[in-house]
């Protein structure tokens, strides 16, 4: 059985020749929560669409529990639970009146499930007040409870903290945690929030206009990018080859045609340059930096960092 509950290759959607989502390779483990990291438009909200069926994909391949998507949607399908967007309450009905309704819909027949559900996000079971009546978090939270209220073993979410308060915020992230800590549940969740998806996350995927940047533990892309050392020079893409080549690192980034980004700070540096210049390499600047997420997300995306 494989290890991962959620595997793509090569996932790719395209609208016209504008790729949303481009050649996307991710693998969710189970039991751990990945946090997929990007600006809103990145393309995240498009590959959770793709992963439950509700966009074609262009080309590439998902597989969920080991298993191909592509035929098996009916076995899959009802041992999720998500949250895509808005799901479609009825606003004349109460929170726990239209939970009834999907319960009935997935052949839920105990209330317990839609009593847990509710407790589980702090809303109250059988209350009087209207969905319209809602605050913008309370209807975050009724939609995180129907995706949690089968029991599914994996959950996808998409932006599951939108519209909270920084109280409602701590409180989804903890149950969140708990879910995955207590209850062993697998979790594949998006967010524009780095400070959130550090504190969450398990696993991080880095995406930018539909790419995947980084994927790796939140331990090891915190430890790789705590210190590097930066290289500005005339050509960044041979000076990578140069330190492969002389010292065996390939532990770089070129970001553009002139910097690039050493994590493998205990070479010598004053040889380094003394390769490059032999090599017709000029050199600008080489110092050691320490990174923040933060700082490497800005970095990595060529953009300004995110929340």
Known sequence: MSEYMIETRDLTKKYGTQSSVSHLDIHVKKGRIYGLLGRNGAGKTTTMRMLLGLTAPTSGEVK????????????????????IESPGFYPNLTGTENLK????????????????????????YRDKKLFSQYSLGMKQRLAIALAV?????????????????????????????????????????SSHILSEISLLADDVGIIDHGNLLEEESLKELEEKNAKYIHFCVSNAQKAAQVIASSFGSKNVQVSDG??????????PVEKINRNFMEEGIGIREAH???DTLEDYFRRITGGEGIA
């Open 288 to 290: 050691l930096c320490e």
């Open 149 to 189: 209220m089968h029991n599914p073993e994996l959950l996808i979410l998409d932006e599951p903290i939108n519209g909270l308060d920084p109280i409602g915020i701590a409180e989804v992230r903890d149950f969140i945690r708990e879910l995955c800590d207590a209850m062993g549940k697998t979790i594949l969740i």
């Open 64 to 83: 969920i529990f080991g298993k191909p998507f592509a035929g098996n949607e009916k076995e899959i399908l009802p041992r999720i639970g998500c949250l």
């Open 258 to 267: 002139n910097n690039l980004y050493l994590y493998d700070t205990d070479l």
């Open 101 to 124: 309704i999907f319960a009935d819909l997935r052949g839920l027949r105990s209330p317990k499930y839609i009593k847990s559900a509710l407790e589980l996000v702090n809303l109250p």
